[in-house]
């Protein structure tokens, strides 16, 4: 098996156990992989997710567009996987649109931040210290992708990391699928675990 049917794989993956967790309602979010330093592929624009095709994923060069020979049209925010493979070595980089990220990212989106503190499951995100915290920056969602993309790439510097887009959705990458995708339950994790801290706390 080729490296891009392997990559293809990893990445069909991926988006079967997010569509179980419905996380893709509307045909939103796109995912996407590196296959060489040159190419990666995204899933196609518009496509319901829930569904497998040989149609879900494009491959697309270095400045995300589409190589011929692929079917459909590269999702619209392919830019914002351009600047994460163009900025570092990561592998893999996801973006859903949940209830519980649109209502972190409308909580804080004023602070431009959010940060978590003394949580396990911040283990997954790679800090084992006691009590250790982790800040997620948050963007405006700009309708102009490549003013979005420019935007977004202020926070892309490292091999893994993670940005909030104002009511619309996280992107997350890691070295690769299964790292991204462990990356993206946590934060999800922490989402959900605090917006039902606020409620017993009555606020």
Known sequence: ???????????????????????????SGNLSIKVDDASFLVTASGKDKRKETNEDFLLVDAQGEAIEGYAGKPSAETLLHVEVYGKTDAGCSLHVHTIDNNVISELYGDKGEVTFAGQEI??????????????VPI????????????????????????????NHGITVW???AFEAKKFLEAYEFLFSWHIKLLILKGR
């Open 1 to 27: 098996m080729n490296t891009m049917q392997l990559r293809w794989n990893d990445l069909a993956d991926v988006k079967r156990e997010l569509a179980a967790r419905d996380w893709f309602p509307g045909t």
């Open 174 to 176: 890691g070295r690769d």
């Open 122 to 135: 911040i283990k997954a995100l790679g800090l084992w210290e006691e009590y250790a915290q982790v800040t």
């Open 139 to 166: 963007i405006s969602n700009y309708a102009d992708i490549p003013k979005l993309a420019e935007e977004f790439g202020k926070y892309v510097s490292t091999d893994a990391g993670a940005v909030l887009i104002r």
